[in-house]
Nanobody, 117 residues
Framework: QVQLVESGGGLVQPGGSLRLSCAASGTISSLDSTGWYRQAPGKERELVASITGGGSTAYIDAVKGRFTISRDNAKNMMYLQMNFLKPEDTAVYYC???????????WGQGTQVTVSS
């Protein structure tokens, strides 16, 4: 089992920046895949960005060029740097951990990001 705790959310004005962090504990492997999802009110949860154990990244079109996902395997941390934030980025952001050994998925509790003037 993997436990995930997100932090770094908050209220920011359009055009501003936030950095989300996700601390992982439990049975962790640098080979496993991790990602950030978000869920806006009334909408389905969607994948925002992902990063594999090998460091390959992927983003949805809506955040390309503005968001950067990264991980520090030595510290069991994952990050999402969000720049040039827009009101449509407002959502609860969740980190997700996929463990290849048993194909299990773990979620954090989420952190609220609100972009508003």
């Amino acid at each position: 089992q993997v436990q995930l705790v997100e932090s770094g959310g908050g209220l920011v004005q359009p055009g501003g920046s936030l950095r989300l962090s996700c601390a992982a504990s439990g049975t962790i492997s640098s080979l496993d895949s991790t990602g950030w999802y978000r869920q806006a009110p009334g909408k389905e949860r969607e994948l925002v960005a992902s990063i594999t154990g090998g460091g390959s990244t992927a983003y949805i079109d809506a955040v390309k060029g503005r968001f950067t996902i990264s991980r520090d395997n030595a510290k069991n941390m994952m990050y999402l740097q969000m720049n040039f934030l827009k009101p449509e980025d407002t959502a609860v952001y969740y980190c997700r951990y996929y463990r290849y050994a048993d194909r299990s998925i773990s979620w954090g509790q989420g952190t609220q990001v609100t972009v508003s003037s």
